[in-house]
C-alpha cells in the first residue's frame, strides 16, 4: 500500500530508534502525550514504546471520541432507539458502549429496536432517502475529523429535501481537550514535555490551533501522520525542542497537513454547527467550549430539538480511574478495576470502551508487560 | 398408457420456490430430496433410499464430528454454504490426523427459498464431496416459516478412522515446538464480508475454503507420530486458534508478524474496514506445531500448502499469551477477540 | 475512530463522488470536501469521505528526511 507501508519499515525505525536514544539526554526523562486514540493505538498495534530509550515515556492522551462519551449521551441514544419511529444509525464503535444498568445499544437492538451500524453518514442518508416513512437519527460523535462528514450528511439532506432526518450531534474539539489537560490540577499528574497533535484532525484544522499552547503554555507540539514510522519520527522531534528548550509547532505529516487545515471543510463547519457552552466529558467532567451544536437555521436536523432529549448525567463506578488515566495521571494497572471487573467484554468505563481506549489498548497489545520476569520492554516501563 | 409418475411433477429448479409442503414428509419432500439433494450427491447408500447408512469399517479408532453452518450471505466470492459445509466438516476429522469417511448433511429451509438457490448448494457439495472422496450418506430435511431461517442452515456430521498410533489433541504442544501456518490468512473473511450489504467493497479476494485432509495425509507420512496437534483457524482467525492451543497446552506461543503472510488485498480490506487479519475467519489453513525440515518441505509440495512457513515457537508461559514480534520491531500480544466484529462469517 | 487510510483515486463520478482504490480494493467515496481531484491522486479516506490530498512531494520530502536520521542512527 502506498504511503503506507513505506511508514512501517522495520529497519528504519530501528536505526531511527538509536538515533532518539544517541540524542536522549541521559540525566531527565521525557514524557511526551500522545493526544489522540488512534495514535495510542498505533504506538501500541506496533509496539512502538519498545523501541525507545527507557527515559522517553508515552502517556496515554484522551482523544478517543467513543471514551470520552457521557454514559447519559449513550442512554439518550438508546431511548432514541426504541421509539417505534425511529431507525438510530450509528457507526459500529458505540454498539457496546455500556449505558446505565448495563444496557448498550447492541443489546437494545437484540431486544428489537431499529439500530444499524454503517460505514458512513452517506448510509445514513441513503436509509433516510430509501425509507421516508422512518425517522432516521444518525448518532454523530468525533473529533474534529469525523465533523465535516456529518456537515456533508446535512448538506446532502438539505439537497435532498429530506424531512425525516436528524442527526444527535456529540462532536467535541481537539484544543479545549489539550487545554483542559495542561490546566488540571491532579496532586499526581505528571508534568508532560510535548504533546504528539492528532494527524487527520490536523487536515481538517490545520496546525494554527496548537500555537496558543506553545505560546501561553510553553509545550511543544508535532503534529504526527498515522503510520508508526511517523510516530517515531515525532518523537525524535520533539526530543530535540526539549533538548533545546523551545516550545514550537512542528507538522511531521506535512504530506497531508496543512497550516490553515481543510479551507472547505472548516466553513462547512462554522456554517452549520456552534459551539456549546459546556459540555460533559466522560473522565474530565465539564469542559467549556467544547462541543458542537448545530446552529438555529438548521434546527429541522437537530435530533435534541425534535426529540426533546434531556440528558440525565450518569455515573461512572466509583473505582473507575478512568479520569485519572485520560488525564495520564495513572496507568491502566493502577486502577483496582482492571483486568477484573474491567475488561474489554465487561467494560465499566471510558478507557476500556473503544479499542482506542489506554485501558484497551493495553488489554490487547500490552499486557504481558506486567510480569516481572520474561519478555518485557527494556528499562523501566 | 401414461407414465406413473410416484412422486408427482417434476420440481420446476428454475423458478420454483421451497413451500411448507417440502418439508411435510410427504410426496413433495420425497420430490425434493430425489431432484435435488440425491441427484447432487448420488452414491449407492442414497439409492437404498433410507433413513439411516450402513457401513463397514475397517477398524482402528473412530472419530466423528458435528458442526453448522449459518453463514450470510449464502454464495460469496470462492464459494458458497454448501461447499464451506462440505470442507468445514472434513476439517473438523483431519486436524485428529483421521482419514474422513462418511458425511451427513441435514437441512432447515426457509419458506420461500429459490429452488435454483438450493440446487446451486446441493451442487456445490456434492462436487465438494465428490473431490475429497467423502460421500454424503444420510441427510434430513426441514421447512420453517418464512422469516425463521435466513434462507438456509446447514447441519453436518462426519465420522473418520484414526490412524494407529497417531494421538493428535490440542493440549500436546511442547515448550521448544516450532509453529508452521499453512498458507495466507484473513482470505475467507474477506472474501464474505466484500459481499455484505452494508460494506459495499469491490475486490478480487476468494474464500479459500479447502478440505485439508490430503494435505493431512502428506503431514502424517512426512513426520509421522510425532505430530502431536494440529488445527484450523475458521472464526476469530488465526488469534483464537493460537490462543486456544495455549490455554489447552498450558503453553505460551512468540511469533513473527513478518512471517505470516496476508494477500495484499486481503491487507487493503482489512485496512479500510480497520479490521486485524490476525482475526478474521479463514476456512482452508492449518496450524502445526512440532516441525521438521522435512515436514515443511511436504507441505510446500502439496497444492494447498504452497505457502507454508514457520511462523513462531512454543515457549514455557504460565500466563499462556501469545506474544508477536511485529514488522516494526516491537512486540504486543495477540489476545481472543473481543466481542464479535462481525456475525456470520461461517 | 480516527482511522484513515490513503486511496488512490481511479475514476470520478457525479456529485461530487469518486472510485478510490486501495491495492486493488474498490470503495466509492465522496470529494465534496476536496477541490480539483484528479484521477491518480491520493487522498485520505476517512468514513467515506475524502479529507485531504496526499503531497507527493511532502512526502518524498519526509521519507528523506526519515531515512536521513535513521543513517545517523544506524552509524552510532
Given at each position: 500500500m502506498k504511503h503506507v507501508d513505506e511508514y512501517r519499515d522495520g529497519k528504519l525505525a530501528r536505526d531511527l530508534a538509536r538515533r532518539i536514544a544517541a540524542e536522549a539526554r541521559a540525566d531527565r526523562c521525557y514524557r511526551f502525550m500522545e493526544f489522540c486514540g488512534g495514535h495510542t493505538h498505533a504506538i501500541s498495534r506496533y509496539g512502538v514504546e519498545d523501541l525507545l530509550p527507557a527515559n522517553i515515556r508515552m502517556i496515554h492522551g484522551p482523544g478517543c471520541p467513543v471514551c470520552v462519551l457521557p454514559m447519559g449521551r449513550i442512554d439518550d441514544a438508546i431511548s432514541l432507539a426504541k421509539r417505534p419511529e425511529v431507525t438510530l444509525c450509528t457507526y459500529g464503535d458505540l454498539m457496546r458502549v455500556p449505558g446505565s444498568n448495563g444496557s448498550s445499544l447492541l443489546k437494545t437492538k437484540a431486544a428489537g429496536a431499529d439500530i444499524r451500524m454503517v460505514?458512513?453518514?452517506?448510509?445514513?442518508?441513503?436509509?433516510?432517502?430509501?425509507?421516508?416513512?422512518?425517522?432516521?437519527?444518525?448518532?454523530?460523535?468525533?473529533?474534529?475529523?469525523?465533523?465535516?462528514?456529518?456537515?456533508?450528511?446535512?448538506?446532502?439532506?438539505?439537497?435532498?429535501?429530506?424531512?425525516?432526518?436528524?442527526?444527535?450531534?456529540?462532536?467535541?474539539?481537539?484544543?479545549s481537550a489539550i487545554q483542559k489537560i495542561l490546566e488540571a490540577s491532579d496532586p499526581d499528574a505528571v508534568e508532560i514535555d510535548g504533546f504528539i497533535g492528532p494527524a487527520h484532525v490536523s487536515t481538517i484544522i490545520g496546525t494554527t490551533p496548537y500555537q496558543r499552547f506553545a505560546t501561553e503554555f510553553h509545550k511543544p507540539v508535532v503534529v504526527a501522520g498515522f503510520e508508526p514510522l511517523d510516530v517515531v519520527q515525532a518523537i525524535l522531534m520533539l526530543v530535540r525542542q526539549v533538548n533545546e528548550s523551545r516550545a514550537e509547532i512542528e507538522n511531521q505529516y506535512i504530506r497531508a497537513v496543512s497550516a490553515e487545515g481543510n479551507r472547505r471543510a472548516l466553513a462547512e463547519i462554522a456554517d452549520i454547527f456552534e459551539t456549546r457552552e459546556s459540555f460533559e466529558w466522560r473522565g474530565l467532567g465539564e469542559i467549556p467550549d467544547s462541543a458542537l451544536r448545530l446552529r438555529e437555521p438548521y434546527a429541522q436536523f437537530d435530533a435534541e430539538r425534535r426529540f426533546t432529549i434531556v440528558t440525565r448525567p450518569a455515573r461512572d463506578n466509583p473505582a473507575c480511574e478512568c479520569g485519572a488515566i485520560l488525564r495520564g495521571a495513572k496507568r491502566p494497572r493502577d486502577c483496582k478495576l482492571f483486568g477484573a471487573a474491567c475488561t474489554p467484554e465487561t467494560p465499566m468505563g471510558a478507557c476500556m470502551v473503544s479499542s482506542e481506549g489506554s485501558c484497551a489498548a493495553y488489554w490487547a497489545y500490552g499486557r504481558f508487560r506486567d510480569r516481572e520476569t520474561g519478555l518485557q520492554r527494556v528499562g523501566a516501563p | 398408457?401414461?407414465?406413473?409418475?410416484?412422486?408427482?411433477?417434476?420440481?420446476?429448479?428454475?423458478?420454483?420456490?421451497?413451500?411448507?409442503?417440502?418439508?411435510?414428509?410427504?410426496?413433495?419432500?420425497?420430490?425434493?430430496?430425489?431432484?435435488?439433494?440425491?441427484?447432487?450427491?448420488?452414491?449407492?447408500?442414497?439409492?437404498?433410499?433410507?433413513?439411516?447408512?450402513?457401513?463397514?469399517?475397517?477398524?482402528?479408532?473412530?472419530?466423528?464430528?458435528?458442526?453448522?453452518?449459518?453463514?450470510?450471505?449464502?454464495?460469496?466470492?470462492?464459494?458458497?454454504?454448501?461447499?464451506?459445509?462440505?470442507?468445514?466438516?472434513?476439517?473438523?476429522?483431519?486436524?485428529?490426523?483421521?482419514?474422513?469417511?462418511?458425511?451427513?448433511?441435514?437441512?432447515?429451509?426457509?419458506?420461500?427459498?429459490?429452488?435454483?438457490?438450493?440446487?446451486?448448494?446441493?451442487?456445490?457439495?456434492?462436487?465438494?464431496?465428490?473431490?475429497?472422496?467423502?460421500?454424503?450418506?444420510?441427510?434430513?430435511?426441514?421447512?420453517?416459516?418464512?422469516?425463521?431461517?435466513d434462507g438456509v442452515f446447514i447441519s453436518t456430521s462426519c465420522v473418520g478412522?484414526?490412524?494407529?498410533?497417531?494421538?493428535?489433541?490440542?493440549?500436546?504442544?511442547?515448550?521448544?515446538?516450532?509453529?508452521?501456518?499453512?498458507?495466507?490468512?484473513?482470505?475467507?473473511?474477506?472474501?464474505?464480508m466484500s459481499k455484505r450489504e452494508n460494506l459495499s467493497f469491490e475486490t478480487q479476494v476468494l474464500s479459500d475454503t479447502a478440505a485439508l485432509h490430503d494435505l493431512v495425509a502428506?503431514?502424517?507420512?512426512?513426520?509421522?507420530?510425532?505430530?502431536?496437534?494440529?488445527?484450523?483457524?475458521?472464526?476469530?482467525?488465526?488469534?483464537?486458534?493460537?490462543?486456544?492451543?495455549?490455554?489447552?497446552?498450558?503453553?505460551?506461543?512468540?511469533?513473527?508478524?513478518?512471517?505470516?503472510?496476508?494477500?495484499?488485498?486481503?491487507?487493503?480490506?482489512?485496512?479500510?474496514?480497520?479490521?486485524?487479519?490476525?482475526?478474521?475467519?479463514?476456512?482452508?489453513?492449518?496450524?502445526?506445531?512440532?516441525?521438521?525440515?522435512?515436514?515443511?518441505?511436504?507441505?510446500?509440495?502439496?497444492?494447498?500448502?504452497?505457502?507454508?512457513?514457520?511462523?513462531?515457537?512454543?515457549?514455557?508461559?504460565?500466563?499462556?499469551?501469545?506474544?508477536?514480534?511485529?514488522?516494526f520491531g516491537g512486540g504486543r500480544i495477540v489476545d481472543w477477540l473481543s466481542g464479535e466484529q462481525l456475525p456470520r462469517i461461517c | 475512530m480516527c482511522l484513515a487510510i490513503p486511496a488512490r483515486v481511479i475514476e470520478l463520478l457525479p456529485d461530487e463522488m469518486a472510485r478510490v482504490s486501495l491495492d486493488g480494493v474498490v470503495v466509492n467515496a465522496s470529494v465534496a470536501l476536496?477541490?480539483?481531484?484528479?484521477?491518480?491522486?491520493?487522498?485520505?479516506?476517512?468514513?467515506?469521505?475524502?479529507?485531504?490530498?496526499?503531497?507527493?512531494?511532502?512526502?518524498l520530502r519526509t521519507l528523506s528526511l526519515l531515512r536521513e536520521a535513521a543513517l545517523l542512527g544506524a552509524d552510532a
Open positions: 460505514y458512513s453518514t452517506l448510509d445514513a442518508i441513503a436509509i433516510a432517502s430509501n425509507e421516508p416513512e422512518r425517522q432516521v437519527v444518525f448518532f454523530a460523535i468525533g473529533f474534529e475529523t469525523t465533523t465535516p462528514p456529518t456537515a456533508m450528511a446535512i448538506r446532502l439532506a438539505q439537497k435532498k429535501r429530506l424531512t425525516n432526518f436528524t442527526i444527535f450531534c456529540n462532536h467535541v474539539l481537539t484544543p | 398408457m401414461n407414465k406413473y409418475e410416484p412422486l408427482g411433477r417434476k420440481l420446476d429448479l428454475r423458478s420454483g420456490r421451497v413451500d411448507l409442503s417440502h418439508g411435510s414428509g410427504g410426496r413433495a419432500m420425497a420430490r425434493l430430496i430425489a431432484d435435488v439433494f440425491h441427484k447432487a450427491f448420488d452414491n449407492e447408500f442414497l439409492r437404498a433410499g433410507n433413513d439411516q447408512s450402513v457401513f463397514d469399517i475397517a477398524g482402528g479408532r473412530m472419530v466423528m464430528t458435528t458442526d453448522g453452518y449459518v453463514v450470510s450471505p449464502l454464495f460469496f466470492p470462492g464459494g458458497d454454504i454448501g461447499d464451506l459445509a462440505v470442507n468445514g466438516t472434513i476439517n473438523d476429522i483431519a486436524m485428529a490426523g483421521a482419514k474422513p469417511l462418511y458425511m451427513s448433511a441435514s437441512f432447515i429451509i426457509e419458506e420461500g427459498f429459490p429452488l435454483a438457490d438450493l440446487a446451486r448448494i446441493a451442487q456445490s457439495m456434492g462436487d465438494a464431496s465428490r473431490a475429497a472422496n467423502v460421500p454424503i450418506i444420510t441427510g434430513d430435511t426441514k421447512v420453517v416459516e418464512r422469516g425463521k431461517a478412522v484414526v490412524p494407529a498410533g497417531l494421538y493428535l489433541s490440542g493440549d500436546r504442544a511442547r515448550a521448544g515446538d516450532i509453529i508452521l501456518l499453512s498458507g495466507s490468512i484473513g482470505d475467507h473473511g474477506v472474501a464474505v502428506v503431514m502424517v507420512e512426512a513426520a509421522g507420530a510425532s505430530i502431536r496437534l494440529m488445527r484450523d483457524p475458521t472464526r476469530g482467525g488465526l488469534a483464537a486458534t493460537l490462543n486456544e492451543i495455549a490455554h489447552q497446552s498450558r503453553v505460551g506461543v512468540r511469533i513473527e508478524e513478518a512471517s505470516v503472510s496476508v494477500r495484499p488485498q486481503v491487507a487493503a480490506a482489512c485496512e479500510l474496514l480497520g479490521l486485524d487479519p490476525l482475526f478474521v475467519a479463514n476456512e482452508g489453513k492449518l496450524v502445526a506445531p512440532e516441525a521438521t525440515e522435512k515436514l515443511l518441505a511436504a507441505m510446500r509440495a502439496h497444492p494447498l500448502g504452497q505457502d507454508s512457513a514457520r511462523i513462531g515457537e512454543v515457549i514455557e508461559d504460565e500466563h499462556c499469551f501469545v506474544q508477536m514480534t511485529t514488522a | 476536496l477541490e480539483d481531484v484528479a484521477i491518480g491522486d491520493y487522498v485520505v479516506l476517512h468514513v467515506g469521505y475524502a479529507l485531504a490530498k496526499i503531497d507527493e512531494d511532502e512526502a
